[in-house]
Nanobody, 121 residues
Framework: QVQLVESGGGLVQTGGSLKLSCTTS????????MGWFRQATGEERNFVAR???????SHADSVRGRFSIARDNAKNTTWLEMHNLKPEDSAVYYC???????????????WGQGTQVTVSS
């Protein structure tokens, strides 16, 4: 079956950096757009970044210039590199796979279990 497994979350101070990884199995990775979303407690799940099979990417305004999405089709893996983290970046971060280049969570058919990122002030 399809599996997406995130790792790399944790506790970091304001201004720090983290790199999240998402390793997939059970799907043809190169056929999918990969996205990262985040959900803070009591809030909706929000778009963070997306990347097409050939590396075209886009990022939410709130993270542009601080976060960067990447992928390696040979390794079936996508990453989210996060710098200059702020307390408002604290959330559970999810990776997801979609068949279209979308920023809407409803377009993503496959999801990981999430990894917690906490940024202390």
């Amino acid at each position: 079956q399809v599996q997406l497994v995130e790792s790399g979350g944790g506790l970091v101070q304001t201004g720090g950096s983290l790199k999240l990884s998402c390793t997939t199995s059970g799907l043809t990775f190169g056929d999918y757009v990969m996205g990262w979303f985040r959900q803070a407690t009591g809030e909706e799940r929000n778009f963070v970044a997306r990347i097409s099979w050939n590396g075209v990417s886009s990022h939410a305004d709130s993270v542009r210039g601080r976060f960067s999405i990447a992928r390696d089709n040979a390794k079936n893996t996508t990453w989210l590199e996060m710098h200059n983290l702020k307390p408002e970046d604290s959330a559970v971060y999810y990776c997801a796979a979609a068949s279209r280049f979308s920023r809407f969570a409803t377009d993503y058919a496959h999801w990981g279990q999430g990894t917690q990122v906490t940024v202390s002030s």
